[in-house]
């Protein structure tokens, strides 16, 4: 059963050439572009099931497809490499990537360009199934960067609205800059060690390295900075609420479930080698705190509702890295299973919404949709209940709390961080519900919903509530099943005890968050701040902090003043002025060419005389 | 012999100089075929009757002759000798003077460096000019011939309507 | 008793009058007959060379010079009737048609 892992990446691909080439009508493109992801991850499940049942040994399955570079300093395999992180990542991506493209299929229906978005989005997932089964970085950069290219795609879908030109252009330029790191980093490494097979790179690296040394930390900056861009992570964290121009769908897997996920993965990947660079995992926690808070911060004042998901999805991301910057693994690995699951619910939901009210937006011209959408408000209260980590009932919670355990064992500070990004995670996507869903109507609906709309909602929905319990916590039983399953290939996720204050606070913060943003609703606080021109505050915290604009003054701005001043092409200037200064003499010396044969003999014999007299004389 | 060669010199230089500043170009060709003369009594004085006979018969006999029957072809009236005097003007001299000036001093310095043979000139007769000429350069006879033909073609071939 | 520098001086004086007259001149025939002031000139300066060393060699050259002299002006004073014939005028600058624009 195992052996067929080859086929679980191939299948989409197949499906996006099939659809780029053939372009066939809506039906069919359906059928294929659903059907080559459903595909996948029946073969998927049917892998995950034989690993349960019959674990490979060493808890490590290896397919070898071929040989891709063969030189005598550096050789790379194109091999699948199947353990517990990858299996994990591999349903996530398929399991969740079918009910999206499920979804999409009616979502995207009369849209032109049908069979062109589901070869993208086919496309997609098989690049990042070949990023997360990827034996060799090498592999998995390919993957990397064909993410990235079918993200820049899909972003600029309805490419006809220049905005959405420029938003995919954001999202792609933000994401090489941070690539080129990456890129550095694999160098580096393939440099030194002559290959990036990822497992024998690590040991090597283990080996030679000592820990907290200069290449270590070079390497694994490097590396990180890949995977901040990928993620949406400060400082290059300002593609992604732009990034929401493209189809909700899109934003579902892509910007929510999988993509922004890939710098998790890669860390959790080769954790060897930030385990000897302590000081970029100081650097993690320390910025996926600052991150965290910052995305939370901006979520506040949003008013488009994609909008308020994305920085919702920064500031979980940010939650990941901060297990990550602790050093628990599993612990981000499981948030970011609960948060695949709740957040594509939350921005399907938000699609189904939208696609109900002529693709309206904005927070504020919706309202009292519970009575009138129900299925829309029963999937996004479900995630929000999920994002905002309410005790039990939803799988958040677990997640959340294991994370925080984590960042209670690195640093208190760092944990009172994410308690008060949890209580505004809270507040911002409950303001959101509120505002949405209670209170008057303002706007009309139109259409209905068809089974492909309901069902991945419904099964979502179903798993936000419930896949929790996968990895219960100390005070509830302590059934840690992800943490049994992952542990041979992350290592002990070290499960300490931790003093009562953390699930104490992590049970109230959710509360304390929902009441307030209720109470602020009940006065109109919510409404009223979006009527009047933002002060400077939330016009800061609209744009959280403004790095758009740093980063316009501080990179954009010089760099068009350059482009200002070469516009003339000075380098060119001396080819230019070898041209003139030739047309010049050119243009002199035609005047010696009058016609006039007494000059022509006058010239002639001055000539001769003065060849005679250097004869004579000389 | 040395006064009738200084006398024949300054003759031949007067009627040259003569000869290229006239505004007519009969009065020019006449002047040219005076100095022609009194270069062929030069010639008799430095012992060569024959280059000095040949100089009389050929250079202003035929080619000095063939330029006048020419000049009189074209027909000059008073309105070419007007223009000719308003092309001489004094400006134009200035810088062919220069150009002849330079070439006359190196020219001079060559000669005057030159060292002299003051021995008795003898005189070449033509039987001895005949005798070098068939003997030893008898090539260059074909060849001076060759381009007497080709001359002939070409004006042939050139003055045809 | 002349030594051959006072042939060859006029020889010099009447080349150089010969090369003043070409350049000054602008009308056609007096070109054609500075040229052939020239060339006798050389043949002057020919005669003078055989004077000083006392061979009959000055005298052949003096014959070729003559023999060119003939032949190209046979030519040139074709060429001067073509020219007037096409120009109506015996200006030598008016014969600039291979002049640059």
Known sequence: MVSLLWLVPTLPLLGAALLGLLAPGPRVSAVIGA???GASAIIASAIGISWLNHVPPGHVFVQNLWCWISLPGFSAKISLYLDPISLLMMLVITIVGFFIHLFSTEYMAGEDGYSRYFAYLNLFVASMLLLVLADDLLVMFVGWEGVGVCSYLLVGFWFQESANGYAAQKSFVVTRIADIAMLAGLLLLAVKFGTLSIQPLLAYAAAAWPHGGVWPETAAALLLIGGLGKSAQAPLHTWLPDAMAGPTPVSALIHAA??????????VRTHVLFLLAPVVMEAIAIGAAATLLIAAFAGLVQTDIKRVLAYSTMSQIGYMFLALGAGAWSAALFHFLTHAVFKALLFLSAGAITMRLHHEQNIFAMGGLRTKLPVAFWGFLIGSASLAALPLISAGFFSKEMVLGAAWNLSPALWAAGILGAVLTAIYIFRAVFVVFLGPAHSEISGAYGVRIVLPLAV?????????????PWFLGGHAMLSEMLAPAVGDSGERGVSAIVPLAGIAAPFLGIAIAYLLYRRGYWHAQAARAPGFLAGALRSAFGFDALYDLLLVQPFLACVRALR???VDMFAVALEKLALTLHRRLRGSQNGRIRRYAAWLMAGSVATIAILVFG | MTAVFFVAAVITLITTALAITRANPVHG???FVLSLLSMAVIFFTLGAPFAAALEVMVYAGAVVVLFLFVVMMLSLDTRAARREREWMVKTVWVLPIVLVAVLGGVLARVMFFSPGDDSAPTVITPQEVGAHLFSGGIGAVELA????LAGLIGAFHMGRK | ?????????????????????LLARRSLVFVLMSIEIMLNAAGLLFIAAGMRWHTADGQIMFI??????????ALGLIFLLRLRARLTTLDGDAANLLRDA
């Open chain 1, 460 to 472: 979502l929905a179903a798993a936000a509530l419930t896949i929790g319990w996968l990895e219960t």
């Open chain 1, 258 to 267: 999988t993509m922004v996920t890939a710098g998790v993965y890669l860390v």
């Open chain 2, 145 to 148: 011939s060759m381009l007497l």
């Open chain 3, 64 to 73: 070729f010079v003559l023999n060119l002299a003939g032949a190209e002006l």
């Open chain 2, 29 to 31: 060709l006449l002047n």
């Open chain 1, 568 to 570: 003339h092409d000075p």
């Open chain 1, 35 to 37: 059907g080559s992801v």
């Open chain 3, 1 to 21: 008793m002349i030594s051959w520098q006072m042939p060859a001086g006029l020889a010099i004086a009447l080349f150089l009058m010969g090369l003043l007259g």
